[in-house]
């Protein structure tokens, strides 16, 4: 069973760039396609973005798109999400989730579609 671990995240200002990161431990992290979800206070959990277990493909949630990139090093069983320009509604724990999965290029989006999740790590944007 694999464990995830985030961190990077912290308090920056508005505009502002961050990177957080995924440590996966247990697994294999090139059998899993890989996501980052974030849940801001009083709200839902929802997606930011996705990678393949290959990492040729990604998906992103509009509200990131163009501002947020997702990588991962499979030689070192961690994924990135490198936050640039980042807003004070992007204020939330962000979850690291991966997707045992068999496609090589499939990229996840539900929540539901994720078998492993971190503990998460804060992000907090003052304006």
């Known amino acids: 069973q694999v464990q995830l671990v985030e961190s990077g995240g912290g308090l920056v200002q508005a505009g502002d760039s961050l990177r957080l990161s995924c440590a996966a431990s247990?697994?294999?992290?090139?059998?899993?396609?890989m996501a980052w979800f974030r849940q801001a206070p009083g709200k839902e959990r929802e997606f930011v973005a996705a990678?393949?277990?290959?990492?040729?493909?990604?998906g992103y949630a509009d509200s990131v798109k163009g501002r947020f990139t997702i990588s991962r090093d499979n030689a070192k069983n961690t994924v990135y999400l490198q936050m640039s320009m980042v807003k004070p509604e992007d204020t939330a724990v962000y979850y690291c989730?991966?997707?045992?999965?068999?496609?090589?290029?499939?990229?996840?989006?539900?929540?539901?579609?994720?078998?492993?999740w971190g503990k998460g790590t804060l992000v907090t944007v003052s304006s």
């Open positions: 989730a991966g997707d045992l999965q068999v496609s090589m290029l499939y990229t996840p989006r539900t929540s539901g579609e994720m078998d492993y």
């Open positions: 247990g697994g294999t992290l090139s059998f899993y396609a």
């Open positions: 990678i393949s277990r290959r990492g040729t493909d990604t």
